[in-house]
């Protein structure tokens, strides 16, 4: 077999300004933004994430030559060909404007100046299809400038498998940008197929939320909202089923003094809205109906107006007596990745819920 030749590294030579660049030169306080909406993506997986996905307008990448060493970013020539003519390698000259434009926070010698984010406004969920693997959205009204960054698509693609409905995450009242972003990290994992923020009352999609989702808020499609109960019944009209992330009744946790408190199922457990009447142990949402799961505040969950608008609840049984030590509850973005977990999973033949939920 005839041996293959060494890859050659790009060549940055032709990139490089000498007048912006060269070390003897004097480095700027801070990176020049080329637009008044340009937003700096920064840490190897993020940028790097960011150019696979290739939904922004990318300006400027900036490479510190300890970062210029790491695999991936500069060696994948088809990635690299999208960023080639903006690539700039700087020096230990460079580091104060790098660490200002992370805002002190861990880049790894490579910041991207971008466009926004695409997070188009949309008024309710629309159409969905099992078999053509798609979903639609009706999307709100936008400036000139917006439309630019958002798009106006109404329809998107989802991993069906052949089997399943999408599910969508609705996530209200979430304030932490660590935890907005580890949520979104979780979902892309899992495979949720998208997620919806209000546009008031919760974190931004922020450098420092798109940093903690490692980069999966670039991938999975992100939209908002302006009026969550409006755009939450209209989807509901549309044939879209609404779990609510709530708390499990004490009443309904596990003993631990029989063998009757556990299903044999999963410590996941949905009722419907209006009442504790449970639904069949293998349910599953994805295999019925088009789904949104909505998760609430860290300290406070979902406020009442959109409880009240809920088909089904959901919660996560405890695993012990909570009075130990009186801690009740996960983590927001750990609650989230469970019930998308359990939400997703294929039910078996043998085991397949007969029951048409409505």
């Known amino acids: 077999m005839a041996e293959r030749e060494p890859r050659s590294r790009p060549d940055f030579s032709s990139y490089k300004t000498d007048e912006s660049i060269d070390s003897r030169s004097r480095a700027p306080e801070s990176l020049p933004y080329t637009t008044a909406a340009s937003e700096f993506i920064y840490g190897y997986s993020s940028v790097l994430a960011a150019v696979k996905a290739d939904r922004r307008k990318f300006y400027n990448l900036y490479i510190h030559t300890r970062g210029a060493n790491r695999d991936g970013l500069l060696d994948d020539r088809s990635l690299f060909k999208n960023v080639a003519s903006i690539t700039k390698e700087v020096g230990d000259e460079y580091m104060r404007a790098l660490d200002k434009a992370s805002s002190g926070r861990p880049h790894n010698g490579v910041v991207l100046e971008a466009s926004p984010l695409a997070c188009p406004p949309i008024t309710e969920l629309k159409s969905e299809s099992v078999a053509s693997a ?88 992100v939209f ?59 349910h599953c949402p994805v295999d019925n109906h088009p789904t949104i799961l909505m998760m609430g505040a860290e300290a406070t969950g979902l406020k009442n107006s959109l409880l009240n608008l809920a088909h089904y609840k959901v919660g996560i049984r405890h695993g012990r007596d909570v009075d130990e030590i009186g801690v009740d509850s996960l983590n927001v973005s750990v609650a989230a990745s469970l019930l998308c977990y359990e939400m997703l999973k294929k039910p078996s033949e043998a085991t397949k819920s007969e029951d048409a939920l409505f």
């Open 134 to 221: 798609f979903f639609s959205v009706a999307v709100d009204h936008q400036s000139a400038e917006d439309v630019i960054v958002n798009g106006k698509q109404e329809q998107y693609s989802y991993k069906s498998a052949g089997w399943r409905h999408p599910l969508v995450l609705y996530v209200d009242g979430v304030l932490d940008e660590g935890n907005l972003g580890a949520i979104a990290r979780s979902a892309y994992f899992l495979g949720v197929d998208a997620i919806i923020t209000p546009t008031r009352q919760v974190a931004p999609w922020s450098h420092i939320a798109l940093k903690a989702s490692a980069g999966a808020a670039e991938a999975v499609p």
């Open 224 to 282: 908002k909202v302006r009026e969550p109960a409006d755009f939450l019944g209209k989807s509901s009209r549309n044939g879209w089923r609404i779990y609510a992330s709530d708390a499990v009744p004490p009443a309904q946790q596990p003993s631990g003094t029989s063998e009757s408190d556990d299903d044999g199922a999963s410590n996941v457990m949905y009722t419907f809205a209006k009442s504790v009447k449970r639904l069949p142990v293998d």
